[in-house]
């Protein structure tokens, strides 16, 4: 949610729109090529850099076109390649869309060291969907530059546009080290707007903003270092350097009157929004029907939002963009259900209707993603505080709900809200609450697998695979707009990642779209080679579910602080039937441990009575308490902990041929 200052400031911009015209834009153009960058030999400002950037330019221009009122950024960067990993690195290109921006105009170019230029061909550009960190789905502009080899220049360009962005991000890092950025900012100029464009930098500091020709005023950094992600790392804007360009009045206010005034304005703006009729009450008491405690009736109201009534925002629901535009806007709880669907808003509206309904308690309360930045209270400023939930009194504290989340299970919030600050709006004293943390046990990875292990090392069976919680809901999200066949192929690409001799079959996904029950995937594997043969020995790994499984922290360094979405556990069963005439020759199980009251490991290794099935049960959780970010200077103990667990998870045992 926005509060209502950004929708003031929305309504108050459009009406020094009417009758202003669009400045011209002017055709971009290369820049002359400085023989000095193609005689480069070293990078300049990364010694063992394989590319630099040798500038990085943005032109962000915000401009009214009729009643529409847009923000135009023109990207121009050249890299100079100094080695093969920079080819390889550099070479391929992906321009993110942010929201409903639109990428255009995009040119680039290749010069290589002798002088000769290969252009970008215009059929070279083509969308894709990429997966960044955290299993994120992300839609590019992809190319390729053309002959790119160790010594060349490359260039390109682009352009994006969308509706005016009264927050916008400019980032100063890139994945390899800029000599140069330099952003030029263009604000609104409208006469008697009373709204003017202004900044906060975060890990980096500025002289001042130089004023340029045609209303640009610019700024820059030289000698950047590069960004790098790392496992596990804080958001990237939690830790690298970039600025907030924003347009607001010139206001000096102490952080707790701005949130006192901010938290009195969603609520004066909401208050009508959940309020109901006479209709809401008698649907409320029905769903309630023999409910007795407050959280039970709560449950039950929160449980038909969520599975009766559709959210026309989730991109699963099978509706098509033109059944959006013919939708009418609901403008009250009843209009939603009456409707039998609603944005993510309205059914959170619809909820806090039907609480109101049976006597609670029930506000809007904002709150910030963690995924995306960590929110200081002391910033006097809505931004980081876009999202809405609903806060429901009960007794003496406040719970939490957020209908908008198809697959999040009651009593939890989108792992993104919760740990969070979240302002309880008020007509008097809004206040902030800390929204609770859900235990590990509540997400688990429930893994089970019957196999066969025959005398040539291969290891053949069935494999069952079950995710509650957070972990769950994730997994759902991910693969409830894909194609049965898109989520067939992102387990077949999981396995082969760990092991690539693994053949599946018969693979069974359930429970996608499913809003309570777990998600679930089964399969058919076989794995030739799985366990090596010695002569009358085979060697085997018990631990089927982390084979192949890389270190979850490689570097003996760090330079990021480390955070983990959420606490999670691991339930894993493992049955293998040994090979006819082979029997246990070494069968001790890994030790157990446990990390303070943040994480442990069990491990336990037995046989059947008949001595021909091999049971591994293995057990492990993170995250309790809340143990959720570290400092920089905790890692060593972080990656001691989960270095151990790989050890042990890789350990092995050995069976022996009898005579």
Known sequence: MNGRSRVNRLSMIALWVCGCAAAPVLADDWKPIDPAHLAMKAPSVEKDADAEVIFWEVRVQDEVDGYDIRSVERHYLRIKVFTERGKESQSKVDIPYRGTGKISDIAGRTIKSDGTIIELKKDAVFDRTIVKSGDRKVKVKSFAMPAVEPGCLIEYRWKETRDIAFYMRVHFQRSIPIQVVRYYLKPLSIPGLPFGMRTMSFRVSFDKFVKEKDGFYSVQQTNVPAFHEEPQMPPEDQVRSWMLVYYSKDRKVAPA???QQYGKEVYEQFK???????????????????????????????EFCRTKMKNVNDDANGMTPDDRAKLKDNKSPADTLKRGMGTGKDLNMLFGAFASALGFDARVANLADRSDIFFDVNIPDDYFLQFYIVAVKVGEGWHFYDASKPYVPPGMLQWQYEGQEALISDSKKPTFVMTPLTEPEKSLHRRTAKLVLGEDGTIEGDVRIEFTGHAGAERKEYNDDDSPTQREETIRNGMKGRMS?????NIKIENVTDRVKPFV???????????????KRLFLQPEFFQRGVEPLFPTSERKHGVYFHYGWSEDDTVEITLPAGFALDNADAPEGFTASRVSKYDVHISLTGDKKTLIYQRKFFFGAN????????????LKMIFDVVHERDNHTITLKQEK
């Open 626 to 637: 809340g143990n959720l970010v570290f400092p920089q200077t905790s890692y060593p103990q």
């Open 272 to 302: 009508g929004e959940m309020k109901p009729n006479d209709e809401v009450r008698k649907t409320a008491a029905e769903i309630v029907g023999d409910a007795s405690t407050p959280d039970q009736k709560l449950d039950r109201l929160y």
């Open 501 to 505: 001799t693994a053949e599946l079959s």
């Open 257 to 259: 009157e701005f949130w």
């Open 521 to 535: 995937y089964s399969f058919h594997v076989r794995v030739p080679g799985y366990s090596q043969r010695t002569g």
